[in-house]
């Protein structure tokens, strides 16, 4: 069937569409976002409740001249949809297909490559200023959620924007997960008002009249001013914008096309900067995001299952629902950051594109198999064990409990836990305050947002020498959320931090251990683990493991392996694939990056002419950094290791890691178990080294 969506060559097309026919558009844009995201997941909820807005700026924009920068990027889907990657939206955070975030490599109408909150509108006031330098005439707009505003960065630049007066829209997407609900209809008639030309006309005409009032002129007017300013800031919730210099419009309904279509052409007639204020719904137009809004707000969701549309009275279709009004529950999966399995009736894995979009009911998908806890919900698990027994216990988030686990850290031990909202920065130096004070605090933030935090680190933690346990959540690669997402940077960071120990488990089970050992030294304390699920060990007794410890999972006189993190896993599988070709190859288990366990790896390395080492991190300074001026430093003295060559794999620091599922990932950075191998092959065979067994003693061996 041929539909309006379809139709579009571009933004500019929707100048031509009628109220009814945008209406259409926008249910088949929904249609669209919430079929793609059933199997390929996503950040469903924001992107469906901008959906109208999207539709109002690209009908008055004209992009990519004029520029439309969204704040964290994570509600550009309906935007992705009406530039042109519709036939590719099938491929939405897939290996080498559309991102889940804007990417200027994919169209000239994305003009940031965001991922982070609070960065929008910095970018935006400096394509303004780069505007007005060259003397240019793009309309500039920044979509920017209640939620990124309250970041500092946010904060910083609104003060900026209104001191310079620069020209430019700002568009709040209030959802109402953080500013609180306008106070009634008098905001709404005040904004009416001074969108009106009548308002703009005689406010200047009364100023030039008042100001030229023999003596008092001057004074009279600064008094009318304020007093202006006092009555229309009287039931208006944005008297801080106000305040600052900046124009506020508000509160706009959000899904009402024809006043968005209104107020954005009216606000762009007028002059400096302006923010509108528009409220919008999360999930809007898919009933169980509607009602669960946390759950389906990002990447990872609950199982989804789609029904067959019905035709709206108004000739709009009705938006996808479940057959009940009430939502789908939230799985474990999902309120651990984890995807869960696709649900019956859901767009199966390999289905063509468009399948589910066109009314016809999905065939079931196959039932996922169970899946091991992840690594999050093990760690909040013993996390909530210790504070059982130690009230000093304190846990900490950056807007992201459901993501990190505590939320059930949260219903257990409410008033010991604190989530910040989006400021990385306060939640670490709050921590410090915390320990300072006597507390244990546990700072939980994914890896990518912890960069946010290095001077905080550096200065309020590190400095201090304090025992703040730093939760490095989704560290290593994440997947689908791409460049912006992925943990491989904090490794580097940290190693050059004095007191810092910087650690990683093997598995799920040693991350209980040193979850134990952060919990009982005295110092700044790193406990780095990923997104990926655990092994399936059972639970066993556990000890802490003594700092700067390693161990020997395997000894071998050709090769060794020496990982940092679950990796080591794969060392074992790489281990015993080159055992079966007559090498005889050892594994450490590092567990920590600093301090290292340098005598045990020494001892491990002499005499053998490669030493391998695996981290899930970039390379430069990394882990595997540390290794080689481990040995490089002993060869020194110690001419057992002078013929010792050592090799470092993991994520190339010439580029970022783009989207993909984590798998896909891997093998095209050669760092699944197979990539390990060929790369240890590839360099022993550079060396002209040769294995000191053969292949049939091995395998005799192996089968006795």
């Known amino acids: 069937m041929t539909t309006l969506l379809s139709r579009l060559n571009g933004p500019g097309d929707l100048r031509g569409l009628d109220e009814g026919?945008?209406?259409?558009?926008?249910?088949?844009?929904?249609?669209?976002?919430?079929?793609t995201v059933a199997r390929t997941g996503g950040h469903l909820g924001s992107s469906l409740g901008v959906v109208e807005l999207t539709i109002a700026l690209h009908r008055l924009l004209e992009s990519p001249h004029d520029k439309l920068v969204w704040d964290t990027g994570h509600q550009a889907y309906a935007h992705k949809l009406l530039t042109g990657r519709l036939d590719r939206f099938h491929t939405l955070r897939q290996l080498d297909g559309v991102g889940g975030f804007p990417r200027r490599s994919e169209s000239e109408h994305d003009v940031f490559d965001g991922g982070h909150a609070g960065t929008g509108l910095s970018i935006a006031?400096?394509?303004?200023a780069a505007r007005d330098l060259r003397h240019g005439q793009e309309r500039i707009?920044?979509?920017?959620?209640?939620?990124?505003?309250?970041?500092?960065?946010s904060l910083e630049a609104l003060n900026d924007i209104g001191h310079r007066g620069t020209q430019m829209l700002i568009v709040l997407n209030d959802n109402e997960m953080s500013i609180s609900p306008?106070?009634?209809?008098f905001s709404t008639y005040l904004s009416k008002i001074k969108l009106s030309s009548a308002w703009l006309q005689s406010k200047t005409a009364y100023d030039r009249l008042v100001e030229r009032i023999p003596f008092i002129g001057p004074a009279a007017l600064m008094w009318s001013q304020r007093i202006r300013r006092s009555v229309v800031n009287l039931a208006s919730p944005g008297q801080l914008f106000e305040d600052l210099g900046i124009t506020y419009i508000g509160v706009i309904p959000g899904h009402d096309l024809r006043m968005l279509n209104e107020t954005f052409r009216r606000v762009m007639q007028l002059k400096g900067p302006v923010l509108v204020h528009v409220r919008t719904q999360k999930?809007?137009?898919?009933r169980p995001a509607e009602t669960?809004?946390?759950s389906f707000h990002g990447a990872a969701l609950p199982p989804m299952e789609l029904s067959p549309r019905a035709d709206a009275h108004d000739g709009a279709r009705a938006p996808l629902t479940l057959p009940t009004a009430a939502p789908a529950p939230a799985s474990p999966a999902a309120a651990s950051g984890q995807p869960g399995p696709v649900a019956a009736g859901a767009i199966p894995p390999g289905a063509p594109h468009g399948a589910g979009s066109n009314g016809d009911a999905l065939a079931p998908a196959e039932p996922a198999k169970a899946r091991q806890p992840n690594y999050t919900a093990v760690f909040v698990a013993e996390l909530m064990r210790l504070a059982a027994d130690d009230r000093r216990v304190v846990a900490i988030t950056a807007g992201m409990p459901t993501g990190t686990g505590l939320a059930r850290f949260q219903a257990s031990y409410p008033d010991r836990f604190i989530d910040v909202g989006i400021a990385e920065q306060h939640a670490v130096t709050m921590?410090?305050?915390m320990a300072i004070a006597g507390l244990r605090p546990v700072v939980a933030i994914y890896s990518t947002f912890l960069q946010r935090a290095f001077d905080?680190?550096?200065h309020d933690v590190c400095q201090n020498d304090l025992p703040v346990l730093i939760a490095v959540d989704r560290a290593g690669l994440v997947g689908e959320d791409g460049t912006s997402h992925q943990g491989m940077f904090t490794i580097p960071a940290q190693r050059q931090l004095p007191y810092l120990v910087v650690a990683s488990p093997k598995d799920e089970q040693e991350l209980r251990a040193l979850l134990h050992t952060a919990m009982a030294q005295d110092h700044p304390f790193a406990l780095h683990y990923p997104r990926d699920a655990g092994f399936g060990l059972p639970e066993a007794g556990l000890q802490p493991i003594p700092v700067g410890r390693g161990e020997v999972l395997r000894e071998g006189r050709d090769i060794v392996l020496v990982g940092f993190g679950p990796i080591v896993h794969r060392a074992l599988e790489v281990a015993d694939a080159l055992a079966a070709e007559g090498w005889s190859v050892g594994v450490i288990n590092a567990r920590f990056a600093k301090p290292l366990d340098r005598e045990l790896i020494l001892d491990e390395a002499r005499g053998k002419p490669l030493v391998v080492t695996l981290e899930e991190s970039v390379v430069t300074g990394g882990f595997g950094s540390a290794v080689l001026e481990a040995i490089e430093d002993a060869r020194l003295t110690d001419a057992k290791l002078r013929a010792t060559t050592v090799r470092i794999l993991g994520i190339p620091a010439e580029r970022f890691v783009d989207h993909g599922s984590v798998g896909d990932l891997r093998r095209m950075l050669r760092l699944d178990a197979a990539g390990i191998a060929d790369q240890v092959r590839e360099t022993a065979s550079a060396l002209g080294l040769e294995p000191s067994l053969a292949p049939t003693i091995v395998e005799h061996a192996r089968a006795g």
């Open 182 to 185: 306008t106070v009634g209809a």
């Open 141 to 153: 707009a920044v979509v920017v959620g209640d939620a990124a505003l309250m970041t500092g960065l």
């Open 125 to 128: 006031e400096g394509l303004a």
């Open 456 to 458: 905080q680190t550096v």
């Open 292 to 294: 669960d809004q946390i």
């Open 21 to 35: 026919q945008l209406a259409i558009l926008a249910a088949e844009i929904r249609e669209t976002i919430v079929g």
């Open 283 to 286: 999930g809007r137009g898919y």
């Open 431 to 433: 921590a410090a305050g």
